[in-house]
């Protein structure tokens, strides 16, 4: 069995779901001495963009994308959510203009890898509780698509 083949959608929302509930644990963890939800701990930013990134790849495997196609992709979300809403997700996805905003600003420091090497100066961050609804919309929808049972209900 190749790449190809051993590649699939429930594979790839699988890992989504994991790394989005790690992105939670991460937050909590860390995050315990700062009581707010606009603002993560860099690890949970990045768990959280790996998981989004994953949702959006496993939906586009669902609809028969190649895994070349993924690839190509790279790290990008915004790239990867066009490529969603051209294959139809916003048929099982409702995303509001401040999570596609919060995914935006996710996307200039993970696609980046600014969430993996420190770089002085400053930079903006999304707000967190707009990226957990964002990806638990994704999530959520896509999972339930393709017939994963883990699904977040909430």
């Known amino acids: 069995m190749d790449d190809e083949e051993r590649t699939t959608s429930f594979g790839l929302i ?7 509930k790690a992105a939670q644990a991460t937050d909590k963890a860390l995050s315990k ?3 707010n939800d606009w603002l ?5 930013l990045y768990l959280m963009g790996h998981s989004t990134e994953l949702g959006f790849k496993a939906y586009l495997r669902h609809k028969g994308r190649d895994l070349n196609t ?3 992709i790279g790290h990008n979300l915004e790239t990867a959510y066009s490529k969603c809403k051209a294959a139809g997700i916003l048929e099982i996805c409702e995303f509001s203009k401040d999570e596609l905003k919060a995914m935006g600003v996710l996307n200039d420091l993970y696609r980046t890898k600014m969430l993996n090497y420190i770089k002085t100066g400053s ?3 999304p707000n967190w509780g707009t990226l957990e609804s964002l990806n638990r919309e994704l999530i959520k929808n896509v999972s339930l698509s393709i017939g994963y049972p883990g699904a977040p209900l909430a």
Not at 14 to 20: E, G, K, Q, T, Y
Not at 40 to 44: H, Y
């Open 33 to 35: 001495e700062v009581a």
């Open 14 to 20: 699988r890992f989504a779901s994991d790394f989005r």
């Open 40 to 44: 993560a701990p860099i690890p949970a």
């Open 123 to 125: 930079c903006r961050f």
């Open 70 to 72: 993924l690839r190509r």
